[in-house]
């Protein structure tokens, strides 16, 4: 509430630094003068107050709907796994309005209209936000100090580093499961992923009487799923600067090609990014009411496919999505050298509907990449540290763009060097972009590869239910012990088929 009202604030300032005149610089005949040193300071204090908004309303807005279903109801666990899905649905319809309606507003209306618009929208949400409180459940934090466990745990596992881990992983330290029941809290199996953290829960009584009190099996567990879900993290940054090309080389190449629809109106370049909304919109229901059934039937797996199967799906998608982009540039600089085009203003005699099929699979892609990624690390995060999880998310959306900033600069002085002709020069009718999707072709292949490694090394969580009396979710487990051990001609099987695996989800 506190980060919504924090948004609000910030998007009133933009809404006043685009619209009161003494707040914003003086045009004249479409040429402007250069912004004061208080209108500066006014306008970056207003997008840092929304950052900051956004920064803590973002990670805790999808974990607090997912948190409206109660994990022991089976139905409402069954509506559970769908709720990702239409969660993000909702958010790309807002997204779908931005693209194609506020652009066209701030282009032909005004900035003050086209930022007023979504300021009022948030205001409203605030309001139905509000009406809506005494309603939602707020679930219960068992845990005292979940990040103080993390550092105990690997304090721990440092200080018996040089002890020798129990083959059976029942002779390490763990609660009975009355403690578990009593509490509600959720016990976590052992699993074989970091197996140097084990020594963090070695018994006292196994080892010298200096040694600190140990950790329990269900603490080191949550360890080593933050670790697992941070390698994940790691092989999800170049999907996110490939992704991350909407808003910037692919609009460059936009506003180069003929824009033009009927005599008159012109499509705005940033609006094709409309499409990739589009694509989604059209996806998320097929995948959900589809492709779900569809492949349920096929592998008995509650989900259809395992949540590191569909991340995998998506990359695939992705690299067709920049391979055929390539392509589309390759095209674009022919028709180039055909007309003879070097001023960066000409228009090049080429639809800018070619670059439709790049955008068309990005949306595709976002329904398996996207929302699978989200799901993942909400579900994979330990207890009480979902917020974690969907930080996760976040964060890597926000390091891709970084990411693609340090790439775009690094490439353009690398190949700009000595007088030669950059990848990515100011004006792209002169440079090699075709080039430059090349270089991310191979990227996200190479990174590809190092997706599957750190698949096959993750181990998905087993937990036992606080009121099941010890046991994981069967129905679930045998539904993954199916597809994993039976294969049955999935695109990515990536998760080996251990014991430890058939747990899938709590």
């Given at each position: 509430?506190i980060?919504?009202?924090?948004k609000?604030?910030g ?9 009161i ?15 004061s040193t208080?209108?500066i ?6 997008l ?5 908004g956004?920064?803590?309303t973002?990670p ?7 948190d ?6 089976p139905d ?5 796994a ?11 319809t ?5 693209t ?10 005004g900035?003050?209209?086209g ?16 009406v809506?409180?005494?309603t939602?459940r707020h679930?219960?934090r068992?845990a005292?100090?979940?990040?103080g ?13 040089r002890?020798r881990v129990?083959?059976?992983?029942s002779?390490?330290?763990?609660l009975?499961?009355?403690y578990y029941v009593?509490?509600?809290k959720?016990r976590v199996?052992?699993?074989p992923?970091?197996?140097f ?8 009584d196994n080892?010298?009487?200096?040694t ?14 933050v ?5 994940i993290?790691a092989v ?9 090309q ?15 629809v009927g ?6 370049a ?12 059209i996806?998320?229901p ?10 349920q ?5 509650p989900?259809?496919i395992?949540?590191l199967?569909r991340?995998?799906?998506?990359f695939?998608?992705?690299i067709?999505?920049i391979a ?5 540039e390759?095209k ?8 003879g085009?070097t001023?960066?203003?000409e228009?090049?005699?080429?639809s800018?509907?070619n ?8 949306g595709?892609?976002?329904?398996f ?6 799901e993942?690390f909400?579900?994979q995060s330990?207890?009480d540290?979902?917020?974690?999880g ?7 959306i926000?390091v891709g763009?970084f990411l693609?900033?340090f790439?775009?600069t ?13 990848w ?5 009718n002169?440079s090699h ?14 990174n ?7 698949s096959?090394k993750?181990v998905?969580k087993?937990?036992?239910a606080?009121?099941?009396?010890g046991?994981?979710?069967n ?6 012990g199916?597809?994993l051990e039976g294969?049955?001609g ?9 014991a430890?695996?058939l747990?899938l989800q709590?």
């Open positions: 509430m980060s919504q009202k924090k609000k604030q998007m009133v300032l933009l809404t006043m630094a685009v619209s005149k003494f707040l914003k610089p003086t045009c004249e005949n479409g040429v402007c003068n250069k912004a208080t209108q300071a006014f306008f970056y204090t207003s840092y107050t929304i950052a900051m956004a920064g803590g973002k805790n807005i999808s974990t607090f709907g997912a409206q279903f109660d994990d022991f109801n409402e666990k069954k509506l559970k769908s709720f990702f899905n239409w969660w993000m649905f909702s958010a790309f807002g997204a779908l309005f931005a194609l309606g506020l652009v066209y507003i701030q282009e032909n209306l900035w003050g209209l930022y007023g618009i979504p300021t009022v929208g948030i205001i409203f949400s605030l309001i139905i936000f509000y809506g409180t005494p939602f679930k219960v068992r005292t100090r979940p990040a466990d993390f550092l105990r745990v690997v304090s721990t596992a440092f200080a018996n580093a002890l129990p083959s059976d992983s002779e390490l330290y763990e009975d499961q009355q009593s509490t509600r959720r199996h052992h699993s992923m970091f197996r953290l084990d020594t963090a829960a070695i018994k006292k080892v010298n009487s200096t600190r009190q140990p950790c329990t099996v269900t603490q080191v567990e949550g360890t080593k799923l670790l697992g879900m941070a390698m993290w999800t940054l170049i999907p996110s600067t490939i992704w991350a909407i808003n910037t080389l692919f609009v460059k190449q936009g506003t180069t090609l003929d824009r033009r005599p008159t109106f012109q499509i705005p940033a609006s094709l990014g409309g499409f990739v909304t589009l694509s989604m919109l996806s998320v097929m995948y959900d009411r589809y492709f779900v059934p569809f492949m039937r096929r592998t008995q797996n989900r259809g395992t949540m199967t991340l995998g799906i998506g695939l998608i992705q067709l999505a055929i982009a390539y392509l589309v390759v674009r600089m022919r028709v180039i050298v055909a007309h085009i001023r960066g203003g228009v090049v005699p080429m800018i509907f670059l439709l099929p790049q955008y068309v699979l990005l595709i892609a976002d329904v990449n996207a929302i699978g990624l989200l993942f909400y579900d330990p207890e540290m979902q917020s974690l969907t930080t996760f998310f976040t964060s890597g926000g763009n693609n900033s790439l775009v690094v490439v353009d002085k690398v190949t700009g060097r000595n007088g030669g002709k950059s990515i020069g100011k004006n792209v002169d972009l075709d080039y430059y999707y090349g270089f991310l072709l191979l990227l996200s292949a190479v590809l590869g190092a997706f599957l490694l750190a096959r993750y998905y087993v937990e036992s606080a009121e099941g009396g046991g994981c979710n129905k679930e487990a045998a539904a993954a199916a597809q294969g049955k999935l695109l990515l099987d990536v998760v080996p088929p251990t430890a695996h747990g709590v």
